[in-house]
Nanobody, 115 residues
Framework: QVQLVESGGGLVQAGGSLRLSCAAS????????MGWFRQAPGKQRELVAN???????NYANSVKGRFTISRDNAKNTVYLRMNSLKPEDTAVYYC?????????WGQGTQVTVSS
């Protein structure tokens, strides 16, 4: 019943910025947390950033100070602002929502950073 749809990915030069969006549709329950993960070819999927229901945030050390996660509760949308992008940020980025009954993943959006 719940779907997460990401947008905002694309190709950007090193040092540039992108903002990813993740909109939840069909949501009938309060979300516990929402987060962004990424997976590069041949690599494990890793947590990038997370925001809890009370607004607490967590970041991977590799993106701390460059990325910012935020949310708009009225729009049921979470954002990831990515500044000072590096080639090593290249990956498929996935949105994940967690509810008391389980979790839902978005389809992923490609972010490619050229050097």
């Amino acid at each position: 019943q719940v779907q997460l749809v990401e947008s905002g990915g694309g190709l950007v030069q090193a040092g540039g910025s992108l903002r990813l969006s993740c909109a939840a549709s069909g949501t009938a329950f309060s979300v516990r947390s929402m987060g962004w993960f990424r997976q590069a070819p041949g690599k494990q999927r890793e947590l990038v950033a997370n925001i809890s229901a009370d607004g607490d945030t967590n970041y991977a050390n590799s993106v701390k100070g460059r990325f910012t996660i935020s949310r708009d509760n009225a729009k049921n949308t979470v954002y990831l602002r990515m500044n000072s992008l590096k080639p090593e940020d290249t990956a498929v980025y996935y949105c994940r929502g967690r509810w008391v009954w389980g979790q839902v993943w978005g389809q992923g959006t490609q972010v490619t950073v050229s050097s």
